[in-house]
């Protein structure tokens, strides 16, 4: 992961090129990097915002063969390595948030944003977007009121992108080998590891639903468990429900 590279300087969302790119059949591994988003996305139609040369914005184009319901793990895939890669820059302990974000001291760092493409239930390609906070001031972070933070505010220092780059690309690539070899099951061990919210009370909503429980942990495919007050335990998929502490 990360011999080929696009740098640009400015984009809309690598996301929307790197998708663009895997249909014209880049190479697996591809990485679309920028300094600048217009339209840097989230999940569920949100927005995801960097000021320019900040924090780190990439995406990675794969081909998994995989199905479709399984692309979620590829987001826990990518928050696992930016809690490893974290650990070995920085010495930071971060935390991942199902389904797609981590965190640190309780506040947002990183978001990941997988899409995909499929056909009779293959999937043809994976997007893999990263949006890292790195250099952002205290100041840059008061728009997201008290719920985001940067390396930089949390170490008092500003730091080298490239090399928080490095790591995390391969730890990406050791965890998508670990993936191809062995499957969802030694990824969810590393992702329950370092899992924020276990054995907590949370609330987990959706459009139309709210339920509040006990966190459990993810099932074999990376589904969300929660056990609700009367014993019974519930699944939730990382496309319909955000997850908070109740
Ligand atoms: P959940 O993932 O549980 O649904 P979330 O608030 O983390 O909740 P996401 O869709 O994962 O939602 O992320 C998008 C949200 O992240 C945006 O609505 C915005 O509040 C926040 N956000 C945008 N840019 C940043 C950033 N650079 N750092 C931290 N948070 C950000
Ligand atoms: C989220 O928190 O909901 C996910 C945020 C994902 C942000 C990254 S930045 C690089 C890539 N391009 C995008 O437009 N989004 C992802």
Redesign the pocket.
């Given at each position: 992961i990360g011999q080929t590279v696009r740098y640009y300087k400015t984009t809309t969302?690598?996301?929307e090129v790197a998708k663009d790119l895997a249909r014209q059949g880049i190479t697996e591994g591809a990485i679309i990097i920028t300094e600048e988003?217009s339209k840097?996305?989230?999940?569920l139609g949100?927005t995801?915002q960097c000021p320019p040369r900040t924090g780190l914005?990439?995406?990675v184009v794969l081909f998994p063969r995989a199905n479709p319901m399984e692309v979620p793990q590829f987001t826990m895939l990518a928050a696992v390595a930016v809690v490893k890669a974290l650990y070995r820059t920085l010495g930071l302990r971060a935390q991942v948030k199902w389904p797609?974000?981590v965190y640190i001291e309780g506040l947002k760092i990183c978001?990941?944003?997988a899409e995909m493409a499929a056909e009779a239930d293959r999937v043809k390609y994976v997007v893999l977007?990263?949006?890292l906070n790195v250099n952002q001031s205290k100041e840059d972070l008061v728009c997201f009121g008290n719920t985001a933070t940067s390396l930089r505010v949390q170490l008092g220092r500003t730091l080298l992108r490239s090399q928080i780059l490095k790591v995390l690309l391969e730890e990406l690539d050791n965890l998508y080998t670990l993936w191809q070899q062995e499957g969802f099951l030694p990824l969810k061990g590393l992702w329950r590891d370092n899992a924020l919210w276990i054995g907590n009370k949370v609330q987990v909503s959706g459009l139309n639903s709210n339920y509040q429980g006990t966190m459990e942990g993810i099932d074999d495919g990376g589904a969300l468990l929660l056990r609700l007050y009367d014993g019974t335990i519930k699944t939730f998929y990382s496309g319909e429900v955000s997850l908070r502490p109740a």
């Open positions: 969302s690598t996301n988003q840097g996305r989230g999940r949100r995801w914005c990439f995406s797609n974000d978001g990941i944003l977007g990263i949006g």
